[in-house]
């Protein structure tokens, strides 16, 4: 089981490189992030999140934990529409907020041997791939809200760090 980085980390700001080479290492990290993933449990999980800062990441909507997907190196080719879903995320725990994204994208990347493929995805698979690449980008979900969402959200955040101690 991999650290997730908790928001509002610096390291959740890198933006991640290029991964160079589809092999063993990467494969490995891949296990480690889905055994990460569900055991949280998530949909989604990129790279950045257990600071690794590599363009991967991936991503299972299936219930029954089977439908497990590696994107590497991933870039939205088309994004159309637009859908608003109440969005977590798995670095800033106990935060639910709307978030408004494309509704319908065409991804392109390659999967774990190193084979490129293009995936047309809606609904809650197009949100959840749009929200792991904004991870990519050193982007967080909460900085797409208003300024005094941020620091409500910031305050709560360290009420609940203090509480934990
Ligand atoms: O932190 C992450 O990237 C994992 C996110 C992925 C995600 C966020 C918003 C909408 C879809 C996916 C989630 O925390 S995984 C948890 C989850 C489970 C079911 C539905 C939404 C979120
Ligand atoms: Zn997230």
Known sequence: ILNILHYPDERLHKVAKPVEKVDDQIRTLIDDMAETMYACPGIGLAATQVDVHLRLLIVDISEDKTALRAFINPRIVEADG????????????????????????????????????????????AICIQHEIDHLDGKVFVEKLSRLKQSRILNKLKKNQRKNM
């Open 82 to 125: 637009h859908t608003t879903y109440e969005e977590g995320c798995l670095s800033v725990p106990g935060i639910y907020e709307e978030v408004e994204r494309a509704s319908h994208i065409v991804v392109e990347a390659l999967d774990r041997n190193g084979q490129p493929f293009r995936l047309e995805a809606d609904g809650l698979l």
